[in-house]
């Protein structure tokens, strides 16, 4: 199996599920894992000032930038083996395949592992490919916290790298010529297709926010409920508003992540922590949900100052941005070339999708970037029972390899 090696690694037993935050124990295995794998083939193995992981076949330069390949090897808590892993063990398989085929690539063929990509421990997505491309701004990205309190820059220095060095990266962005990432297909569109490979077309625009209610901690016993300032209310009527807000404007929204401080189960919370996942085709309709559902978690909420005892309408809402990814369509001339040389003897299928990746954001900055799918037969994803077949992976390695020698000549 193709993800044997890693299979150990930040795996729960309970559940069979991952947790691999960036700059864990389990990403820094996952990290000297790849670093073993560029050796092993005799491959430049680079660091950026972001943490982001290179292996180089050829030496790139900005007169000579190479075709890279790769995704990301972090993960949701809980998550699937496939969602990034099998973008990085592809590369290297396809890597692989590309020399036992005696090809000589006429430009550098670069595996890259992007870090923190699911951004489940400081809540940004892509967060080494938003660094790099200067789409996150560095004292932003120092100053997040991850549930424990640390900051980035915490976490940086404790994993020895130098935090106040992270930001746009034109040196290393000038060596990436093109870009295509291998990921498993995070829905059924292959299914469907009954095909085992496919084409990225476009990312749908998304985004993340965040909204704290602020009411009063007290006494689940003793308050009377004319007495309380319970931001969990609000809260409630926010998740509802979600859903009947997205299905009207044919968008998804999604609360996945809550935090409840004090967090006692005796005590009417002080503060409710939640934090709105918003994803559509229609970016103004997304837009829209979320500004719908920031006046109406507002009138919930009550005033901005929470009332004196004995008013129980009291608290207030704060609404922050975490990120925010526009429309990202995928170069119609690359898509179909990768279609054409994926596909065999019938072009592979171009589907839309939900999902954010690195090769996303690459592409809004500029880089000619393009995506692989490899078929999920059950189309679950960010989840332990994430699932691609053992055929179909393969037919992956063959379909990216093909796509990287038509690429490099």
Same mark, same amino acid.
């Given at each position: 199996?193709? $993800?044997?090696?890693? @299979?150990?690694?930040?795996? #729960?037993?309970?559940?069979?599920?991952?947790?691999?935050?960036?700059?864990?124990?389990?990403?820094?295995?996952?990290?000297?894992?790849?670093?073993?794998?560029?050796?092993?083939?005799?491959?430049?193995?680079?660091?950026?000032?972001?943490?982001?992981?290179?292996?180089?076949?050829?030496?790139?330069?900005?007169?000579?930038?190479?075709?890279?390949?790769? =995704?990301? $090897?972090?993960?949701?808590?809980?998550?699937?083996?496939?969602?990034?892993? !099998?973008?990085?063990? =592809? @590369?290297?398989?396809?890597?692989? /395949?590309?020399?036992?085929?005696?090809?000589?690539?006429?430009?550098?063929?670069?595996?890259?592992?992007?870090?923190?990509?699911? &951004?489940?421990?400081?809540?940004?997505?892509?967060?080494? =490919?938003?660094?790099?491309?200067?789409?996150?701004?560095?004292?932003?990205?120092?100053?997040?916290?991850?549930? =424990?309190?640390?900051? !980035?820059?915490?976490?940086?220095?404790?994993?020895?790298?130098?935090?106040?060095?992270?930001?746009?990266? #034109?040196?290393?962005?000038?060596?990436?010529?093109?870009?295509?990432? !291998?990921?498993?297909?995070?829905?059924? &569109?292959?299914?469907?297709?009954?095909?085992?490979?496919?084409?990225?077309?476009?990312?749908?625009?998304?985004?993340?926010?965040?909204?704290?209610?602020?009411? %009063?901690?007290?006494?689940?016993?003793?308050?009377?409920?004319?007495?309380?300032?319970?931001?969990?209310?609000?809260?409630?009527?926010?998740? /509802?508003?979600?859903?009947?807000?997205?299905?009207?404007?044919?968008?998804?929204?999604?609360?996945?992540?809550?935090?409840?401080?004090?967090?006692?189960?005796? @005590?009417?919370?002080?503060?409710?922590?939640?934090? !709105?996942?918003?994803? &559509?085709?229609?970016?103004?309709?997304? %837009? #829209?949900?979320?500004?719908?559902?920031?006046?109406?978690?507002?009138?919930?909420?009550?005033?901005?100052?929470?009332?004196?005892?004995?008013?129980?309408?009291?608290?207030?809402?704060?609404?922050?941005?975490?990120?925010?990814?526009?429309?990202?369509?995928?170069?119609?001339?690359?898509?179909? %070339? /990768?279609?054409?040389?994926?596909?065999?003897?019938?072009?592979?299928?171009?589907?839309?999708?939900?999902?954010?990746?690195?090769?996303?954001?690459?592409?809004?900055?500029?880089?000619?970037?393009?995506?692989?799918?490899?078929?999920?037969?059950?189309?679950?994803?960010?989840?332990?029972?994430?699932?691609?077949?053992?055929?179909?992976?393969?037919?992956?390695?063959?379909?990216?390899? #093909?796509? $990287?020698?038509?690429?490099?000549?």
């Amino acid at each position: 199996m193709l $993800l044997e090696p890693l @299979a150990h690694i930040g795996r #729960d037993p309970a559940t069979g599920g991952y947790v691999r935050d960036a700059w864990s124990d389990a990403d820094m295995e996952l990290r000297e894992w790849f670093a073993g794998e560029a050796r092993r083939r005799g491959l430049d193995l680079r660091e950026d000032r972001n943490g982001n992981l290179w292996a180089w076949w050829g030496a790139p330069s900005r007169e000579r930038p190479g075709v890279v390949t790769g =995704s990301h $090897l972090d993960s949701v808590r809980q998550g699937g083996a496939y969602d990034g892993p !099998l973008g990085v063990v =592809s @590369a290297f398989a396809a890597l692989d /395949l590309l020399r036992q085929r005696g090809t000589k690539p006429a430009v550098p063929v670069g595996v890259v592992c992007f870090t923190d990509e699911e &951004g489940a421990r400081f809540g940004v997505p892509c967060m080494g =490919s938003r660094l790099l491309t200067g789409v996150l701004e560095p004292g932003r990205a120092l100053a997040l916290t991850d549930d =424990s309190g640390d900051t !980035l820059a915490d976490v940086l220095t404790k994993a020895g790298r130098a935090p106040y060095e992270i930001g746009r990266d #034109d040196e290393t962005l000038a060596m990436v010529g093109t870009f295509v990432e !291998l990921h498993v297909e995070q829905g059924r &569109g292959l299914v469907d297709e009954g095909r085992p490979v496919g084409v990225a077309q476009a990312i749908w625009p998304h985004g993340r926010w965040r909204f704290d209610f602020h009411g %009063r901690a007290d006494h689940a016993g003793t308050t009377r409920l004319a007495d309380r300032d319970d931001p969990m209310l609000p809260f409630a009527r926010m998740v /509802l508003a979600a859903r009947a807000a997205a299905a009207e404007r044919g968008v998804v929204a999604t609360v996945g992540k809550v935090r409840v401080s004090p967090g006692n189960a005796n @005590a009417i919370p002080g503060l409710v922590s939640a934090w !709105l996942d918003a994803r &559509g085709a229609d970016e103004s309709a997304v %837009r #829209d949900l979320v500004a719908e559902l920031a006046r109406a978690a507002a009138e919930a909420a009550g005033p901005e100052v929470p009332p004196p005892a004995g008013h129980g309408a009291g608290g207030r809402v704060e609404v922050r941005e975490e990120s925010w990814t526009p429309v990202v369509d995928f170069g119609v001339a690359l898509r179909e %070339r /990768l279609a054409r040389v994926a596909g065999g003897d019938t072009p592979a299928p171009i589907l839309p999708t939900g999902a954010g990746h690195d090769a996303g954001i690459l592409a809004t900055a500029g880089v000619p970037s393009a995506m692989l799918f490899v078929r999920n037969p059950t189309g679950v994803s960010h989840s332990p029972h994430e699932h691609a077949e053992q055929a179909d992976c393969e037919a992956g390695v063959i379909a990216l390899a #093909d796509v $990287l020698e038509d690429l490099c000549r």
